[in-house]
């Protein structure tokens, strides 16, 4: 049974930084293409940033040069790191597991929330 929990989530101002963490176990983490998530109150869940098994990254046009996704397959973890972070952020992010690194995401996190405050 695979499992992934976030960890780092909080309330931060404007221009803040936050670091998100996604902890994998159940599966051979290293195979897999991983994704962030975020679905802000009222709005669909979209799709902010991937990376593959071989570390190739994908970012939503709304994030870019402000968020940072990585791995560490010794740790079974994923990483997102936000910085500038703006009030339009505020959302639950969440992880997820791209069985055949092709958007097919068939397990995810509880999710961790991130508040940005003006």
């Known amino acids: 049974q695979v499992q992934l929990v976030e960890s780092g989530g909080g309330l931060v101002q404007a221009g803040g930084s936050l670091r998100l963490s996604c902890a994998a176990s159940?599966?051979?983490?290293?195979?897999?293409?991983m994704g962030w998530y975020r679905q802000a109150p009222g709005k669909e869940r979209e799709l902010v940033t991937t990376?593959?098994?071989?570390?190739?990254?994908y970012y939503a046009d709304s994030v870019k040069g402000r968020f940072t996704i990585s791995r560490d397959n010794t740790k079974n973890t994923l990483y997102l790191q936000i910085n500038s972070l703006k009030p339009e952020d505020t959302a639950l992010y969440y992880c997820?597991?791209?069985?055949?690194?092709?958007?097919?995401?068939?397990?995810w996190g509880q999710g961790t929330q991130v508040t940005v405050s003006s």
């Open positions: 997820a597991r791209d069985l055949t690194g092709w958007g097919e995401y068939d397990y």
């Open positions: 159940g599966s051979i983490f290293s195979r897999n293409a």
């Open positions: 990376i593959s098994s071989g570390g190739n990254t």
